[in-house]
């Protein structure tokens, strides 16, 4: 099946610096999502990204949908503590017709105050 | 505000027992995703219904574990008799279309002794 390599797969950062994260597959994929999990929650959708070159903005974080449509990044200015989670990329492969989104395995990231 | 909700919250059982879990999903959604999470595997799909049919349940093993939808707005998962390597946390997530955007429950974290 289709699989998404994310990467790093966690890191360590001091509060205020900025992280970026990202996410590639081998295949073409019409949308790419970011999620975000908290500890003991459900993972939330965060950003949601339907065009190639799409660049879009939630508050301090920012994702971009590449130009080859092989790619996503997620990028998070001056992290605060309640940053920390694993965050998760997601996407809808081109020509796979009605499947769910396919999932990777997540960025575990931890914020030093 | 419409979210998905999944009880219970927690539970831990013995070897053997029976565990049902439960989701609701948000009013109008019309499919429905299970998933397992453990540290090992990341997110894995058990299976998914779209108004209320079982379109794939590949991922579940299908000895003991089942997945039913009584009605628009409850989802089952069962397993019966449950095992150890069962402990995981489960989530349901439900949306629109099976391609698309996918909201998660806060998940059901399962412990069998």
């Known amino acids: 099946g289709q699989q998404l390599n994310q990467s790093p797969q966690s890191m360590f950062i001091q509060e205020g610096e900025d992280v970026s994260m990202n996410c590639t597959s081998s295949?073409?994929?019409?949308?790419w999502l970011w999620y975000k999990q908290d500890p003991g929650e459900g993972p939330v959708l965060l950003i949601a990204?339907?065009?190639?070159?799409e660049l879009t903005s939630n508050g301090r974080l920012t994702a971009q949908f590449g130009i080859t449509r092989k790619d996503s990044f997620l990028n998070i200015s001056a992290s605060i503590p309640s940053d920390v989670g694993i965050y998760f990329c997601?996407?809808?492969?081109?020509?796979?017709?009605?499947?769910?989104?396919?999932f990777g395995k997540g960025t575990r990231l931890s914020v030093i105050a | 505000d419409a979210r998905v909700t999944q009880t219970p919250r927690d539970k831990v059982t013995e070897m053997g027992q029976e565990v049902t879990m439960r989701c609701q999903p948000i009013?109008?959604?019309?499919?429905v995703f299970w998933y397992r999470q453990t540290m090992k595997q990341g997110l894995e799909l058990l299976a998914y219904f779209r108004n209320r049919a079982p379109l794939d349940d590949s991922g579940m093993p299908k000895d003991r574990f089942s997945a039913e939808m009584p009605d628009a707005t409850l989802a089952t998962l069962k397993i019966q008799p449950s095992e150890p390597r069962d402990s995981a946390v489960y989530f349901c997530?439900?949306?629109?279309?099976?391609?698309?955007?996918?909201?998660f429950g806060p998940g059901t974290r399962l412990t069998v002794l």
């Open positions: 009013l109008g959604h019309n499919t």
């Open positions: 990204l339907y065009k190639a070159g």
């Open positions: 295949s073409i994929f019409n949308t």
């Open positions: 997530a439900s949306g629109l279309v099976i391609e698309g955007e996918q909201f």
């Open positions: 997601a996407g809808q492969p081109r020509n796979s017709g009605n499947t769910p989104l396919v």
